[in-house]
């Protein structure tokens, strides 16, 4: 089976601009989530959605925003990059049955870099 | 959420155990500790979960005391390709459960 796929791989922005990430989960997987990781830090999280609700948000501004859509996959996006936009995007999925495993499954991550 | 200490870096030469030690003074009683492992570029990889005692799969062991304060993650017999970042992560056994994400371990193995 494939795992969470991700796309685009790299991508290189401007400040200023917009820009759209994907991901696609694991088949049967109904809970995607998002993590943002700058060079040398741990994973931080951005929001979780299950079932297209917005399940939780992280401490991140408005300008990141994102949505799933019916078949479970889902899309960030973020407005108005800045340099310190510049990290590692990561899309983990789960199954998010209450009581589950608590094993979220990562994609290989989009590198965006913003110039 | 739980916070965790683990140290910053660890080297150790192939076909030694390793073993990583993470502190979590106030982990709640429903709390699981849970190690993943990140490779330069690519997202982290589940390697294993416990609640207490002791647990072992293919990959690792988790050993964790009766006061549940603290865990160590050992790795038999390590090769070059373990070279990582380890983290400890302490949560709900939930599905919804964000994961919070230390710094984590980075593990050098030399030939």
């Known amino acids: 089976d494939a795992g969470v796929t991700q796309s685009p791989t790299h991508l290189i922005k401007t400040r200023g601009q917009q820009v759209t990430l994907r991901c696609s989960p694991i088949s049967g997987h109904k809970s995607v989530s998002w993590y943002q990781q700058v060079l040398g830090q741990g994973p931080q999280f951005i929001f979780q959605?299950?079932?297209?609700?917005?399940?939780g948000r992280g401490n991140f501004p408005d300008r990141f925003s994102a949505r799933q859509f019916p078949n479970y996959s889902s899309e960030l996006n973020v407005n108005a990059l800045l340099l310190g936009d510049s990290a590692l995007y990561l899309c983990a999925s789960s199954l998010a049955e209450g009581g589950g495993s608590y094993e979220q499954y990562f994609g290989p991550g989009t590198r965006l870099t913003v110039t | 959420l739980a916070k965790t200490t683990q140290p910053i870096s660890m080297d150790s030469y192939e076909g030694q155990e390793v073993n990583i030690t993470c502190s979590h003074n106030n982990i709640a009683t429903n709390d699981y500790i849970t190690w993943y492992q990140q490779f330069p570029s690519q997202g982290p990889r589940f390697i294993i979960q416990g609640y207490k005692t002791k647990v072992t799969n293919e990959v690792a062991s988790l050993f964790i005391p009766a006061d549940r304060k603290s865990s160590t993650l050992s790795l038999p017999r390590v090769s070059l390709s373990d070279t990582a970042v380890y983290y400890c992560?302490?949560?709900?056994?939930?599905?919804?459960?964000?994961?919070?994400f230390g710094t984590g371990t980075r593990l050098l193995v030399s030939p």
């Open positions: 992560l302490v949560g709900m056994n939930t599905g919804f459960q964000k994961l919070v």
């Open positions: 959605y299950y079932e297209k609700e917005e399940r």
